[in-house]
C-alpha cells in the first residue's frame, strides 16, 4: 500500500476529486491574478446592494464593494483595497 491509498483509505481529508483538487482545502482561483489593482480606475455598474448597504458591482466576474452606490448605479469607481475574493472602492 502506497501513502495515497492509506490517505483515501483513514480518511484524513486529502483525497481528491474528479477534477484532481483536493477537497476541503483552498480554492484554486485564490492565487489566479485579479482584474483590478489598487488604484485603478473602472466603469461598472451596480448590480446589487450587500447587507451592509455597499453597492456591489462586478469586473470580470469579480466583486467589488462601493460604499454609498445604489443598485442602478453607473459609476467610475478607483479602488481602495484588493483581497483574495474581492475588491472595495470609492465612487470618483
Known amino acids: 500500500m502506497n501513502d495515497e491509498e492509506g490517505d483515501e483509505r483513514h480518511g484524513n481529508g486529502r483525497s481528491e476529486g474528479r477534477d484532481g483538487f483536493r477537497r476541503g482545502g483552498m480554492n484554486p482561483n485564490y492565487f489566479l491574478p485579479k482584474p483590478v489593482k489598487v488604484g485603478d480606475e473602472v466603469e461598472v455598474e451596480v448590480e446589487a446592494v ?12 469579480f466583486v467589488i464593494f462601493i460604499k454609498g ?21 470609492e465612487v470618483i
Open 50 to 61: 450587500a447587507a451592509k448597504g455597499d453597492g456591489i458591482a462586478k469586473k470580470d466576474g
Open 69 to 89: 452606490a445604489k443598485q442602478g448605479d453607473k459609476i467610475k469607481v478607483r479602488i481602495t483595497e484588493v483581497k483574495a475574493r474581492f475588491a472595495m472602492g
